[in-house]
């Protein structure tokens, strides 16, 4: 699973900008300019002082010549804290001195009660610089569950499932999850997979992982699980192999004792590895993987 570095909103925002850019139009009604495409940008804040601040993620969308037209500084924010105030205040005009554009703060809050809380930190600055952050929570996304929208945003499908894991209805998110999933082809399809595993609670990401295994044809479930062996095809075919097989299983919530997983990566049997991975797919216990 991603490390907590690579927070589920933030990776999408990177995988496809655009996503901010959808944010900031539809949930708080900011006018973004007509821009021909967005890029990362550095997320580290350096002052005179000898100390470096790092947002969660920094986006700048660009004119065809790649001259910033505006930033944006992405933060998740799942607990309180109040030096926040100051922070998030250094992001924005670092950006805006250094780019000589507006720059729009994005904070993502899991918890409703914890947004109220930095709403309110902002509403009297006093003599303080102002700062307008755009904070919301998964209340403000919708439940994406339209077909055609998930293929045309196909990152907004994955946010809304994931801000919406705690959602009964849920589930009603999978089939255009998937569809937006099979929009971006297999390379990506892979990196937004991650994603989704990532921000589900286990108990949605188990039952995700078995609507993909009988529903999703096989041509896609056989491409999502190429390109995770692929991913790790540098540290060797078999080794590479041996820890999709490990990645699949943590995905669908399977146990893998130690001993397991010593086997499973000890082996060098290409053809016993491939039949390992096909099992994965379906597996509910790790001897379904490697029994028989």
Not at 54 to 82: K, N, S, Y
Not at 126 to 131: A, F, R, V, Y
Not at 156 to 180: D, K, R, W, Y
Request: hydrophobic content about 45%; some cysteine.
């Amino acid at each position: 699973m991603p490390s907590a570095e690579h927070e589920s909103p933030v990776a999408l925002a990177k995988l496809d900008p655009s996503l901010v850019a959808w944010l900031l139009t539809h949930v708080f009604n900011v006018k973004v300019p007509d821009y021909h495409h967005a890029r990362t940008h550095a997320t580290d804040v350096r002052v005179l002082v000898p100390r470096t601040y790092h947002a969660d993620g920094m986006l700048l969308f660009c004119d065809p010549a790649d001259r910033p037209l505006l930033a944006a500084v992405f933060e998740i924010q799942r607990r309180w804290d109040a030096t926040k105030r100051r922070t998030w205040k250094l992001y924005v005009a670092q950006l805006e001195t250094e780019l000589d554009v507006d720059a729009a703060l994005l904070v993502y809050c899991p918890d409703p009660r914890t947004a109220r809380r930095y709403r309110g930190l902002f509403e009297f600055d006093g003599l303080s610089l102002s700062l307008r952050p755009f904070i919301f929570t998964p209340n403000d996304v919708p439940l994406v569950v339209d077909v055609d929208l998930a293929r045309t945003n196909p990152a907004l499908a994955v946010l809304s499932a994931i801000c919406h894991g705690q959602n009964a209805q849920v589930e009603a998110t999978f089939p255009a999850l998937m569809e937006a999933l099979r929009s971006v082809g297999p390379r990506a399809a892979i990196l937004y997979y991650d994603v989704v595993l990532a921000g589900l609670p286990a108990a949605v990401r188990t039952r995700w992982e078995a609507f993909m295994t009988t529903t999703a044809d096989y041509e896609l479930r056989s491409e999502l699980l190429r390109e995770l062996a692929a991913r790790y095809e540098k540290q060797g075919e078999a080794r590479g192999e041996a820890r999709a097989i490990l990645t699949v299983l943590d995905g669908r919530g399977v146990a893998v004792p130690a001993e397991a997983r010593e086997q499973i990566l000890a082996c060098t049997d290409l053809p016993q590895l491939d039949t390992w991975l096909r099992r994965a797919g379906n597996a509910t216990s790790v001897d379904d993987v490697l029994g028989g």
